[in-house]
Each structure stands twice: as C-alpha cells, then as structure tokens.
C-alpha cells in the first residue's frame, strides 16, 4: 500500500503530529518496539532519578545568582529548573539513540518503504549487520558537531545573571536544532546522504526544522510522552525527508 504523501507547504509542527500517526501503522508497529522500549527503560530510569536530585541541585545553583539579582529569585528559579531538564534530557535522550540508532535506522527505512511502495535495495536485518559500523561512525559525527557547541552553552551558564537568562533560551534553540539533526539523520543516513550535505539540506527548512525539533524537546521534557517519543521522532522526520528531500537528494543503496 503508498500512502499519498505530497509536499503542501506543511511545517515542522505537522511532521510532529504525523509522527505520532505513523507509529500506529500496520506493519510499521513492530519496528517501532525496540526503540521503544530502549527509550523507556534508558529515559525512564534517568528521569525517576533527576527528580530525587533537583532538591540538592536547585538550592546550590540559585545560590550562584549574584545578590543584586536576587530580586527575580522567582522568576530565574523555573528557568533554573527547565535548563536542568533540558541538559538532562538532551544528554540521556542522545544515550538512548546511540544505543538505538541500529533499530531507528531500520524503522525510518521500513516507514519510507511503506510511504512510497519502493523498498530499499539494500535493507533489512542482514543489511543492518553490515550496516553497523557506518552507523556508529555516522553516531560520532553527530557527536562531534554536538560536543563543541554544548561546551559553549553550558560556560554560559556560570556568567552571572547572562547565564541564568539569556543560556536557557539559547540551550532550548541548540537542543531544537540538534533533535532535528538527530532524527532527520536516519533516513538520510539510509541513503548515504552526507553528515554535511544533510545539515545544509535542514538549513535551507530551518525555520520548520527548529519547529519539529523544539516540539520533540518539549515532548522529551513530559513524563510518560516522552517515553515514546523517540520512534515518533523518527517517523515524522522520515515523513519529512519522503516530502521534502528524497525526490532531490534519495541515492541508490
């Protein structure tokens, strides 16, 4: 069966939404399970844990804020809290797709089979065997172009009053991005699409890009949703990449 999939102008808001659609699909349903459940267990466990620390780790951080800061105790005290879960997820959420990228790699590549009625060449259990070494290659990639930026963001956060204001937001834009790259990644990498051509394929959306990827953020942050966000991630950026990118960048296995 193809699903009728054109490009209407839709924006990251709609691929994110699809996303969770997808999951549901017959014969998509099984591949959705192993990133399921590696996310589950990984973000779930990570999470009961952050919330038995945040009690400690509030207190010490608010008492980094200069004193004649103090009177917006209450309003950089939530923004305190949102820097420490977004850290938090982004880090045990990039944990979680590396231990899953072989399987999300093998759902955004049945999806797209699904979604256009063409298989790829080259697909499958034994091609994800094979395949393993470039994924994890492709995994250090990512976190090579991470790691840098990240470092950046969290210096920020010791400047006095900049760092309690201004680095949340530019955190949240970072980690956006960065989910967007991350999930997009899947389908591209099936097709062998560079790490480079890939980002400036995403720069050229980046409006709906940084919208798909601040949504998968913000889902990461609620508790028993964001359990099932990974295989709803990579769905909707397969559906992207069937819209948007594969008619111009889709290359032969």
């Not at 028993?224 to 966000?229: S, Y």
Request: proline share 6%; hydrophobic share 55%; glycine share 6%.
């Amino acid at each position: 069966m193809v699903l009728n999939n054109s490009n209407n102008g839709h924006n990251g808001v709609h691929y994110f939404a699809r996303g969770w659609q997808l999951i549901r699909l017959p014969g998509v349903r099984r591949f959705v399970i192993l990133p399921l459940l590696v996310n589950i267990l990984l973000m779930g466990g990570a999470f009961i844990w952050l919330f038995g620390r945040l009690g400690q780790w509030i207190p010490e951080l608010m008492a980094m804020v200069p004193g004649w800061l103090q009177w917006l105790s209450y309003l950089l005290w939530p923004l305190v809290v949102l820097s420490i879960i977004l850290v938090f997820s982004y880090f045990f959420s990039t944990i979680a797709n590396w231990i899953a990228a072989p399987f999300c790699g093998l759902l955004a590549e049945q999806l797209e089979a699904r979604l256009t009625g063409q298989p790829l060449p080259d697909s499958g259990w034994a091609a994800l065997l094979k395949d393993f070494p470039r994924i994890m290659k492709r995994e250090w990639q990512k976190l090579a172009y991470y790691l840098p930026r990240a470092i950046v963001l969290l210096l920020l956060y010791f400047i006095p009053g900049f760092g309690q204001t201004v680095a949340p937001v530019l955190w949240f834009l970072f980690s956006a991005w960065m989910l967007s790259i991350q999930y997009c990644d899947y389908p591209f990498d099936n097709h062998k699409v560079s790490f480079t051509q890939m980002r400036a394929a995403l720069r050229q959306n980046k409006t709906d890009n940084l919208q798909f990827g601040a949504l998968v953020s913000l889902f990461t942050l609620i508790p028993i949703l964001n359990l099932a966000i990974m295989p709803v991630a990579v769905c909707g950026a397969t559906a992207m990449w069937v819209d948007r990118y594969r008619a111009t960048l889709g290359l032969s296995r």
